[in-house]
């Protein structure tokens, strides 16, 4: 169970303070898929890197299972945006890397890694190099990656953003899947509105700068779900409509102060009236 | 809206029969196979289909970079390319948006938006600027004009881009998945930006895309590809009324039309993610 | 189903029609003809220049001091045969190679030092950054007086000229891994030295090649100019023992000028072909970097 | 302005879209912001009616309620104390979409749009120098966070920056690790040479030695910062350098140029260029001064051969690194194949062609330096080939350290100029590094 307490993380010092994150508190419950969505270029990764340790808060704390987060940890494991396999390595190099870091034995790093192959659909890539394979593949050697390791906390910042839209369905069905026969505490970052609805059991939507938790939503449809049945009701339907209302403010308020605040806002508003 | 639905009187593309085979290494591999398609003037038609299927080999093709082995394609009559000249004449009544972008890094957004009528000299420089100027403005990029586009932001850019093809006042904007780099909520606000554009201009749009429910909200028509090698498999009449706005994505008309296309799309990309296929 | 298409019949004979793989050779056909007739030009200009009192009354200012591409021919036929013309290959070879390789073996773990203890990089790298840009050859009066006998010094001097580019490509190399990569590591449990020897290394392996590259080609260019100026230029006490670069010297001051061309035209081969051996090295340690 | 007044300017700063408005902004609108009471149950407007008021919530609650045609099955959302309501349907589209009412007694800030924007643009038009700059940026450590980095900077900000990276350098310890450095350096060498008088380092001249003659009126060997003659040394090989690599520059960029661009003369002139690449410049020392009358002529071949290659190659490399989307956009723009040249092909290959100067710069000293030594009259490198003949050993050193500094001080003009020149990389460099 992670509790975050009133969070502040700003960047530089002075006059050049930029505060990230501010006074952002919540908890993600155990073996519960929780999803964070918010404009981008908010913060998100910000969190991201300060739960799993890569970074200290500024101001407030960090605990897991009461216990303070100090730096990083095979049961907090991260799926970046970018791809972050080892160029060097083979896709099975990459996956033994782990255990074999912790000083595993090398009999059972291999049958791990081989169930783990299997089940990811990348056994005929195995010997291949990271450059040599598709953006799916490479998400997939990196989910692969990270599983073998076994941690409490799985933490996926927009791990399919890079794909194209066609690819990204198939990842997140293969990932729901997934992480159905394995419950684990999911961490996942997303802008895209039909992603979080589909996975999050916890939806936290975060406001623009600096960035809090502006609403939790419940998304409490049934499980498993299926991505082409899950729009069909109306509540999953409704909850959309209540985070994109939500998420529409959040964003156009990063895109009017991405643009010279008020002013553009209000070239926006004049041309509204002229057209109208 | 006062400005939306003029029927626009140019931009009607006809490709019919189109062939096209690559040849990397001798391995001659067929990328276009017989492809006909109609887009009415004025209409915004949504090409969707699998990575690497083919589907920028035809925008090659219709904006002239790269040449047909058969079948031809024609804009308002006007053969294009054909039996006779295999490759089309690049020019600014075809313009292309690129999927990473190509705005000049070096040049600030308004040099980059007056580049085009400066360039082919229809305008002297400082009238093309103060177009450009006008164009910026009335697309909401005012102050933009001196920042250089690695400056910027992706979502701007993609919007200043779409002003410098509009300052050629071309026939037909050629679209290939400009969109994809962005995270979904800017992809929402470029959205509105390109349909308010269109409602402003009532230009043709061909617009490339892998995504099925951007392909729906933004299109006229929706045009499902096969896997490589491409050609028309579905095509659908999207019947939701223009001017649209983020609320029409959770509408039950729009779930409906994304049910009657998902199964198409998703055997397709079956296929391709089956062939291996590198995303492009 | 094979990732190349079956092409149905119709389209079989429209393929072969349009000559589709012919018209690449013919690409590189039409390049190879254009190389030729430069190079025909080339020797054209340098014959009739050279050999120009007698062709064309009087004589082209610059050029006609030069020896004919046919005398340089002549005097090549002739070293081939002398062994002390391979012996000067051999000894430039084992300058360099001496050079090149203390270059190597210092240069990177000098490099792989600062890129990782930040202790030893503010304490180093700014007295490294203060010699560099002094050019290795100013090294050369300097290093005849350090060391005890003129082959070591010559072999400091070609040290210098590679070192620097090691170490600066070393650093570059190291300074851009994607840190990523290094907190995925860390947060799977990996030790900093297990870090080192499986992500550092091998990340900086690229740079490491690119540097010994361009270090080679600059031994090349040291190891000629030490010959000349400790060998002849510089007071010739004692006369460093052959080399390339003292074959030239000695051809010039001999007054046989072919030979200096000949001289000239061997360096320039051994300087390619020991590039072209860094390449095809550089291209074995990285397999990674091959695309499918 | 009355202190309620003070109040509501504090609710209107904190909500968005207000909290990025300069103050004299705020002043104005919260004097001018109207207060009204909303009983419970009271709509405080209708859906469809035209929006052109902004309302922030002082007290209570507000629910607003989505209603018509496309929004069937959306939830409503509650509106908390200090937040603002209404301004989004003022600019997604001109009628209200929701319909709001308040679930208990409230007091709302109601403020007109129009009036908003008229106060705004006046305030804005009254200080247009002074930017409005909202940072957006993450991780920018050092640079001011500015969303754009305008080229209106002001100066006082320039100067902030660079007394605050001075400020942030003196507490790491970076300097006082320099200083031990430096110190262990020279001290190394004066221990070596002068007082523990090493067996290879007895020759060698000392430090104090150097640094005497450097510096002295009258030195003992006639070369010292206050002697003429040093100076002379200094300017001639400048000038050779100059000369070649102005030289170099003019023919090898357009030679590069025209290597990367147009595929007939990269047929006929590349084969013949790598034939010649290979050969170290220092190779044509003989030939070049056998060819070449005078002692002047062959310094300055050898010199401007050396970073004639240097600085084509690299121009080529530069041409073929451009994004060929950007040629099909230029020719799709309308551009000719001479306007494609002066538009694409320069500007693109600009970063490359600099990385080249800079490395034909170090070159050119390198080839300067041997070939002064080897025939050259003045210059450092003669002086230093001089001063090992005759014995002077810390001239020797002087003229070292000198062609150091002199070396260093060229390339950095070259990384100057380069950046002047390219302001759009630089700003995006300095972009990349506070993104």
């Keep these: 169970m992670i509790e975050l307490r009133n969070i502040h993380k700003s960047y530089g010092v002075g006059r050049f303070a930029t505060t990230i994150i501010d006074d952002c508190s919540f908890v993600l419950e155990r073996n519960k898929f929780n999803v964070i969505i918010g404009p981008s270029g908010v913060g998100k990764s910000t969190l991201i890197r300060l739960i799993a340790g890569f970074e200290k808060p500024t101001r407030g704390e960090i605990l897991i299972d009461g216990r303070q987060v100090t730096g990083p940890d095979h049961n907090r494991l991260v799926v970046f945006q970018e791809s972050a396999l080892f160029p060097w390595m083979t896709t099975q190099e990459n996956i033994h890397y782990g255990p074999s870091a912790r000083g595993e034995r090398r009999g059972d790093i291999a049958a791990k890694a081989d169930l783990l192959l299997e089940k990811v659909g990348l056994r005929a890539a195995a010997r291949r190099y990271p450059a040599q394979l598709s953006g799916g593949m490479q998400r997939r050697a990196e989910l692969a990656r990270a599983l073998i390791n076994n941690p409490e906390i799985m933490i996926l910042d927009e791990p399919f953003r890079g794909l194209d839209a066609m690819t990204r369905k198939l990842m997140l069905d293969y990932y729901a899947r997934l992480s159905e026969d394995s419950p684990r505490t999911n961490l996942f970052v997303t802008t895209d509105i039909d992603e979080a609805i589909f996975l999050a059991d916890r939806l936290f939507v975060m406001t623009y700068r600096p960035m809090k938790v502006r609403a939790v939503i419940d998304v409490d449809l049934p499980r498993p779900r299926s991505l082409n049945t899950v729009f069909d009701d109306d509540h999953a339907n409704a909850l959309k409509m209540e985070a994109l209302s939500l998420l529409h403010e959040e964003a156009m308020k990063a895109f009017t102060s991405g643009s010279k605040a008020a002013a553009d806002f209000i070239e926006a508003y004049r041309k509204r009236i002229a057209t109208a | 809206m006062s400005a939306a639905l003029n029927p626009a009187r140019r931009g009607a593309l006809t490709i019919d029969n189109a062939v096209k085979i690559y040849d990397p290494e001798g391995a001659r591999v067929l990328a276009v196979d017989h492809c006909s398609l109609h887009i009415p003037a004025g209409e915004i038609c949504m090409i969707v289909g699998p990575s690497g299927c083919g589907k920028t080999t035809l925008l090659n093709a219709i904006a002239g970079f790269h040449d047909l082995d058969e079948g031809s394609i024609h804009l308002d009559g006007r053969m294009l390319c054909g039996p006779g000249r295999p490759k089309a004449e690049v020019g600014p009544d075809r313009i292309v948006v690129f999927q990473n972008g190509a705005l000049f890094p070096w040049k600030t957004n308004l040099d980059n938006v007056a580049f085009g009528p400066m360039v082919q000299k229809r305008l002297s420089r400082a009238a093309a600027r103060d177009k450009a100027r006008q164009l910026m403005a009335e697309a909401g990029l005012s102050g933009y004009e001196n920042s250089y586009p690695g400056e910027i932001s992706s979502g701007l850019r993609r919007r200043v881009e779409i002003v410098r093809a509009l300052m050629n006042d071309p026939t037909i904007l050629l679209l290939d998945e400009p969109y994809r780099a962005l995270d979904a909520l800017t992809k929402s606000v470029m959205h509105e930006a390109l349909l308010e554009t269109y409602y402003r201009t009532g230009i043709t749009i061909f617009f490339i895309t892998h995504d099925l429910e951007e392909a729906i909200f933004l299109g006229h028509r929706v045009v499902i590809m096969t896997s490589r090698p491409c050609r028309p498999k579905l095509i659908m009449d999207v019947d939701i009324p223009h001017p649209r706005d983020y609320t029409v994505l959770t509408s039950k008309r729009f779930r409906e039309l994304v049910h009657a296309t998902e199964a198409a799309v998703h055997e397709e990309a079956l296929k391709s993610f089956a062939l291996g296929e590198k995303e492009g | ?292 | 302005m009355s202190d309620t007044a003070l109040s509501i300017r504090e609710i209107i700063a904190h909500s968005a879209p207000f909290d990025h408005l300069p103050d004299a902004v705020l002043d104005r609108l919260a004097a001018e912001a109207e207060e009204i009471s909303v009983a419970a149950g009271e709509a405080v407007y209708e859906s469809g009616t035209a929006s052109d008021d902004i309302y922030v919530l002082r007290e209570g609650m507000v629910r607003l309620e989505p209603s018509g045609p496309a929004s069937a099955g959306a939830s409503s959302r509650d509106i908390r104390p200090s937040d603002a309501f209404g301004w989004t349907a003022l600019s997604s589209s001109a009628a209200r979409r929701e319909r709001a009412v308040a679930t208990m007694p409230s007091r709302l800030l109601l403020i007109s749009g129009t009036r908003f924007i008229a106060i705004s643009e006046s305030v804005r038009a009254a200080q247009t120098k002074q930017e409005v700059d909202v940072p957006a940026a993450p991780l920018a450590t050092l640079l001011p966070e500015t969303d754009t980095f305008r080229r209106q900077q002001n100066v006082s900000d320039s100067l902030d920056i660079f007394a605050f990276r001075v400020a942030q350098w003196f507490k790491s310890p970076k300097p006082y690790l320099l200083l031990l450095g430096y110190a262990l350096f020279l001290g190394s060498w004066y221990l070596a040479v002068q007082v523990w008088k090493l067996p290879r380092f007895a020759q060698m001249p000392g430090l104090t030695d150097v640094v005497q003659e450097w510096t002295s009126r009258n030195p003992v060997y006639g070369v010292s910062i206050f002697t003429p003659v040093y100076y002379e040394h200094i300017f001639v090989s400048l000038r050779r350098i100059a000369v070649a690599f102005t030289c170099a520059t003019l023919i090898g960029v357009p030679v590069g140029l025209f290597l990367g661009w147009s595929k007939t003369f990269k047929d006929y002139v590349f084969p013949l260029f790598e034939l010649l690449r290979p050969i170290p410049p220092l190779a044509w020392v003989p030939l070049a001064i056998v060819m070449l009358p005078g002692s002047e002529l062959p310094v300055l071949y050898l010199t401007f051969l050396a970073s004639f290659f240097a600085t084509a190659l690299n121009t080529m490399l530069g041409v073929r690194s451009i994004d060929p989307t950007y040629f099909q956009a230029a020719n799709c723009l309308g551009a000719s194949r001479a306007q494609v040249f002066w538009h694409v092909v320069v500007p693109g290959s600009m970063p490359f062609i600099f990385t080249g100067l800079q490395i034909s710069m170090g070159v050119a000293w390198f080839s300067l330096v041997a070939a002064e030594m080897v025939s050259g009259q003045f210059g450092l490198g003669y002086l230093i080939n001089t001063s090992y003949t005759t014995v002077q050993y810390p001239t020797m050193v002087i003229a070292m350290l000198t062609l150091g500094i002199v070396g260093y001080a060229s390339s950095a003009l070259v990384r100057l100029a380069g950046n002047w020149l390219m302001s759009w990389r630089t700003r995006q460099l300095a972009l990349d590094g506070a993104r």
């Design chain 3, 1 to 292: 189903m094979n990732s190349e298409q079956i092409l149905p019949v119709s389209h079989r004979d429209l393929a072969a029609r349009r000559g589709a793989s012919p018209w690449r050779m013919l690409a590189r056909f039409r390049r190879y003809r254009r190389a030729c007739m430069s190079f025909a030009i080339f020797l054209g200009i340098w014959q009739l220049g050279t050999t120009g009192k007698s062709w064309l009354g009087h004589p082209i200012p610059i050029l006609c001091q030069a020896p004919s591409p046919g005398a340089v021919l002549a005097a090549w036929g002739q070293l081939v045969l002398e062994p002390a013309y391979w012996q000067s290959w051999y000894l430039s070879f084992t300058r360099v190679a001496l050079g090149f390789l203390a270059a190597a073996s210092v240069g990177i773990p000098f490099g792989l030092m600062i890129a990782i203890s930040p202790l030893f990089r503010g304490m180093i790298f700014p007295v490294f950054e203060l010699l560099r840009p002094i050019p290795p050859l100013a090294w050369v009066p300097a290093s005849i007086i350090f060391w005890p006998t003129q082959e070591l010094s010559i072999d400091f001097v070609i040290f210098l000229g590679a070192f620097y580019t090691i170490v600066i490509n070393v650093v570059g190399g190291a300074a851009n891994i994607d840190a990523r990569l290094i907190q995925a590591a860390r947060s799977m449990g990996g030790s900093r030295w297990n870090i080192f020897r499986r992500l550092v290394l091998p990340g900086v392996i690229p740079s490491i090649c690119v540097g010994l590259e361009t270090g080679i080609g600059i031994t090349w260019e040291v190891v000629v100019a030490a010959e000349m100026i400790s060998g002849g230029g510089a007071g010739g006490s004692g006369g460093a023992s052959g080399g390339l670069g003292f074959f030239i010297w000695n051809s010039y001051i001999g007054g046989s000028y072919p030979d200096i061309v000949v001289g000239m035209i061997s360096i320039g081969i051994a300087g390619y072909l020991s590039s072209a051996a860094m390449r095809f090295a550089a291209s074995k340690a990285t397999p990674w970097l091959r695309e499918r």
